[in-house]
């Protein structure tokens, strides 16, 4: 399980137990993690990966303080959701191009649970801007109402509805 920290002025690898600090605490804090913490995620990343994922959510430090979590098992949309706001966050949402990054398949923050056809995110804004595989949202055989991104496509081009059911990783942010 990974995740990217963006504090102070240089992101950096989060663990899930960093989900349960405050923004705030990220922000001023300057601690490094502990080298349990650090060998885990050494191990659970290549250094290539690791680097694109400094390179890719580096323009997001504009933002303030931000923790991205990435999962390392399979569940369903909700029970994804549910692991998120069990530790203070929720999954995320993607409303910018930078924030297009990843390299497993998983959930984000946004459904048509509450109203078929009207994409909302997890905060119950309105989606302004989508990045859907050519065909998508497509509510195949009306039982599609969470949406992955699927790195395996074009990156401004790689969501995809999915029965809610269904069991991919996820990303949490804080």
């Known amino acids: 399980m990974f995740g990217v920290d963006h504090s102070e002025s240089r992101a950096h690898l989060c663990s899930s ?3 349960h600090h405050t923004a705030a605490h990220h922000h001023h804090s300057r601690e490094r993690p502990d080298k349990e913490r650090t060998q885990l995620k050494i191990r659970d990343l290549t250094a290539e990966k690791k680097k694109q994922l400094q390179r890719d959510f580096e323009s997001l430090n504009k933002k303030g303080s931000v923790c991205l979590f990435m999962s390392s098992e399979l569940k369903s949309w909700s ?3 549910q692991y998120c706001r069990d530790r203070g966050a929720d999954l995320i949402i993607i409303n910018t191009e930078e924030k297009q990054v990843s390299f497993e398949r998983v959930w984000i923050g946004l459904s048509d649970i509450q109203q078929e056809g009207i994409m ?7 989606l302004n801007q ?7 949202p497509n509510n195949l055989d009306g039982t599609e109402d969470c949406v992955e991104l699927n790195p395996e496509n074009p990156i401004l081009n790689n969501w995809n509805d999915l029965p809610c059911s269904g069991t991919i990783n996820w990303i949490c942010e804080k």
Do not use: I, Q
């Open 17 to 19: 137990a960093d989900l």
């Open 79 to 81: 029970d994804s959701r």
């Open 130 to 136: 989508g990045f859907w595989l050519e065909g998508e």
């Open 120 to 126: 909302k995110w997890v905060d119950n804004s309105t």
